[in-house]
């Protein structure tokens, strides 16, 4: 089981805004650890695509945004196109337990 | 560009070892602490261990410590992970990871990761 919670699955049409959430807990986002977004796509390593909460990386689309608030993380993808379709994983630190913690993953569909 | 090329990669039965390798490049590899996080079949993301750009601190998960020994030899641009004491659920594609060590952030992303490489751990 993850640190940090995540929905299994999200989906959304061509065109849609999607969001993922990623809950964590007071040792973690709520401490005020920064959270991390990656997308993996298929048979390929984890790409950072937001940093710090609300960063996007050189060369990420303006499509992909992030928040947090409290205890919670959010990434929001607009205008979702196929290209998007991925597995999605928040990231951040649980000074409780002294290590990195990611969550369970979140893989996005595009009907 | 920021190349990691891991290695080392097996077939092992349980209880044995193995040792995975990770070769850095394109940036100054002496100045960044480096992750090793793995992923089961399947499954999602799990972070394994850390060194610090000096060597001089390292920190692991519950789940390998007192198994696994994360090192460097930045004279080698290499990052390193002894795998001891290997078990059926060790079974995964372990990642060599650069973490950003921007020192803005209260925790730094991993920036760069290497194209994994697989461990089976199976009699």
Not at chain 2, 30 to 57: C, F, N, T
Not at chain 2, 59 to 79: C, E, H, M, P, Q
Request: hydrophobic residues 30%; proline residues 4%; glycine residues 10%.
């Amino acid at each position: 089981q993850s640190v940090l919670t995540q929905p299994p699955s999200v989906s959304g049409a061509p065109g849609q805004r999607v969001t993922i959430s990623c809950t964590g807990s007071s040792s973690d986002i709520g401490a005020g650890y920064d959270v991390h977004w990656y997308q993996q796509l298929p048979r390929t390593a984890p790409k950072l695509v937001i940093y710090a909460n609300n960063n996007r990386p050189s060369g990420v689309p303006d499509r992909f945004s992030g928040s947090q608030s409290g205890t919670s993380a959010s990434l929001a993808i607009t205008g979702l196109q196929a290209e998007d379709e991925a597995d999605y994983y928040c990231q951040s630190y649980d000074s409780s337990l002294s290590a990195w913690v990611f969550g369970g993953g979140t893989k996005l569909t595009v009907l | 560009q920021v190349q990691l090329v891991e290695s080392g990669r097996g077939v092992v039965q349980p209880g044995r070892s193995l040792r995975l390798s990770c070769a850095a490049s394109g940036f100054t590899f002496s100045s960044y602490d480096m992750h090793w996080v793995r992923q089961a079949p399947g499954k999602g993301l799990e972070w394994v261990a850390v060194i610090s750009y000096d060597g001089s601190k390292k920190y692991y998960a519950d789940s390998v410590k007192g198994r696994f020994t994360i090192s460097r030899d930045n004279s080698k641009n290499t990052l390193y992970l002894q795998m001891n004491s290997l078990r059926a659920d060790d079974t995964a594609v372990y990642y060599c990871v650069k973490e950003e060590n921007s020192g803005y952030y209260s925790v730094d992303p991993f920036d760069y990761w290497g194209q994994g490489t697989l461990v089976t751990v199976s009699s």
